[in-house]
């Protein structure tokens, strides 16, 4: 039985994770669970797995947990504050802790993790856009495993030779036979919206994702295509790649959740429903496997399986972040912090889609030549990043 330690526990990556949990309980028990501020949502969960911890970021929010649990007489111990997810995730009493906290406030938790010497199921991509070589080179100095569990990194893991899955972040590709690694994207809701439309588009409609059921953050991101960007930095620090070994291709029907292109001339794609289930179900009992509670795929009713090359004018954020890929780790850092600062102004109202990557850009010409050579700098760096945006926001009202 191994203990299991869900950081950002409320949210859909969370919630996926619980699902393939119940489904195997004999396997796994659920040791501890953190959220950021849901203490109603947190207090039902813990009444349902018992964990042994559960934390809240929020202060009151945990005061307000206490108050739930102990009238309901669980004996779930709570804890408070960014601290308390560190320290539950190199809690010793749980052998798996699925980094599933959105954006910048993952990093220090999924660190801690990765010090502790766990296996850790990312869905955190911003720990790697932020921190891709120190984290790389911490998981191998302290024996963590790094599993990745966005449907595309996943994808692509399931799809390379055990020889490369066994040595991410210092694998060889090439003496592997890998010629080039194909990240899929959906494109989005946008991918026939006229150009000229796109400064006007609602909050409403750059969330509702055509294919995948996904937090408000993420899905703008989708929309936009910086969560790709993101992947695609993600997956050459996962992946160990050089520039030549990545190329992104639109794949509208989110069938393909991502494909690896061989010497030989052979192509290798994973295929499955658009369920996080199964990436998850997949990373935690790896190398088995265990009932995700997914349908399989019926390629009978798929239809037509089609892909594109992303339009640099469409999606000017994935072109941001491939460049910033290759410029450094201070320019994926502003690049993370600056579309965080952008994607919450426009989801509260206050500025338009188009906006997103106009402040990205004027981040990136600013900040990105800053020194990062360890957490504590990205961490300040990152600060920087927001304080200055959020100037330029109040300043100027891009």
């Known amino acids: 039985m191994q203990g299991v330690t869900i950081l950002g526990a409320t949210g859909s990556i969370g919630q996926s994770s619980l699902r393939v949990l119940r489904r195997n309980a004999d396997r796994y028990r659920v040791s501890a669970l953190a959220a950021h501020s849901s203490a109603e949502a947190l207090a039902e ?7 042994d911890y559960a934390a809240l970021v929020d202060v009151q929010a945990a005061a307000r947990l206490r108050e739930l649990l102990a009238a309901s007489r669980c004996p779930t111990q709570v804890l408070e504050g960014q601290g308390a997810l560190d320290e539950l995730a190199a809690d010793p009493a749980s052998d ?3 980094a599933a906290v ?3 406030a993952g990093l220090s938790s999924t660190m801690s993790a990765i010090k502790a010497g766990k296996r850790i199921l990312l869905a955190n991509k911003e720990s790697l856009v932020m921190s891709g070589a120190l984290m790389m080179e911490a998981a191998r100095a302290h024996g963590a495993e790094l599993l990745p569990i966005d449907s595309e990194h996943n994808a692509i893991f399931q799809c390379l030779p055990e020889q490369v899955q066994t040595k991410l972040g210092h694998c060889d590709l090439a003496g592997a036979g890998v010629r080039q690694v194909l990240l899929t994207g959906s494109g989005g809701p946008f991918r026939k919206l006229p150009l000229e439309q796109l400064a006007s588009v609602t909050v409403e409609q750059a969330i509702a994702h055509p294919n995948w059921s996904m937090g408000a953050k993420i899905s703008v991101d989708s929309a936009s295509m910086m969560n ?3 992947e695609y930095i993600e997956a050459r620090w996962l992946f160990n790649l050089k520039r030549s070994d990545i190329e992104v291709v639109i794949h509208p ?3 393909i959740h991502s494909m690896v292109s061989f ?3 052979s192509v290798l794609a994973q295929m499955g429903q658009p369920d996080m289930c199964t990436p998850i179900a997949h990373a935690l009992a790896y190398p088995q496997r265990i009932d995700a509670g997914v349908e399989p795929l019926d390629l009978l009713s798929c239809g037509t399986l089609s892909f594109e090359k992303p339009d640099p004018l469409r999606y000017p954020c994935l072109q941001l972040a491939i460049e910033a890929c290759w410029q450094g780790q201070s320019a994926t850092t502003v690049l993370n912090a600056a579309n965080e600062v952008a994607v919450a102004a426009f989801l509260e109202g206050r500025v338009g889609f188009t906006a997103i990557p106009k402040l990205c850009e004027k ?7 800053e020194a990062c050579g360890t957490l504590d700098d990205i961490l300040q ?3 920087e990043t927001r304080r200055r945006c959020g100037d330029w926001l109040t300043q100027v009202g891009h």
């Not at 969960?45 to 964990?51: K, N």
């Not at 981040?363 to 030549?369: E, R």
């Open 263 to 265: 010497k030989d001339g």
């Open 381 to 383: 760096l990152d600060g």
């Open 45 to 51: 969960l813990c009444l349902e797995f018992q964990p």
């Open 228 to 230: 790709k960007g993101l």
């Open 96 to 98: 798996v802790v699925i």
């Open 363 to 369: 981040a990136l010409a600013a900040l990105s030549g």
């Open 253 to 255: 029907q989110s069938v």
């Open 102 to 104: 959105v954006g910048a």
